[in-house]
Nanobody, 122 residues
Framework: QVELVESGGGLVQAGGSLRLSCVASGSIFSINAAGWYRQAPGKQRELVAGITSDTNTNYADSVKGRFTISRDNAKNTVYLHMNSLKPEDTAVYYC????????????????WGQGTQVTVSS
């Protein structure tokens, strides 16, 4: 089994910062691409930032220059550093990772975390 657990969400004032963490645990051979998504009430889930296994990154236009995604392979952890937060960043943030399962087949699966709430007050 593989599990993703997010943490670091909370309530912050506009202009503030938060760092989200996503820790993967279980039968992991490798973590390949990973990303952070968010879903605001009444809206579809959207990609916020992605990172490949060789640390190429991509960002939604709405967060470019404010958010940074990074990874620590030794800790099986993906981070999302969020600066200059705006009320429109308020959402549940989800971590997604494409993980090669550590068994004889070495198949890749997509896993999701349970989400962490980020609320930005004006």
């Amino acid at each position: 089994q593989v599990e993703l657990v997010e943490s670091g969400g909370g309530l912050v004032q506009a202009g503030g910062s938060l760092r989200l963490s996503c820790v993967a645990s279980g039968s992991i051979f490798s973590i390949n691409a990973a990303g952070w998504y968010r879903q605001a009430p009444g809206k579809q889930r959207e990609l916020v930032a992605g990172i490949t296994s060789d640390t190429n990154t991509n960002y939604a236009d709405s967060v470019k220059g404010r958010f940074t995604i990074s990874r620590d392979n030794a800790k099986n952890t993906v981070y999302l550093h969020m600066n200059s937060l705006k009320p429109e960043d308020t959402a549940v943030y989800y971590c997604n990772a494409h993980i090669t399962y550590d068994d004889f087949r070495r198949l890749q699966y997509s896993y999701w975390g349970q989400g962490t709430q980020v609320t930005v007050s004006s």
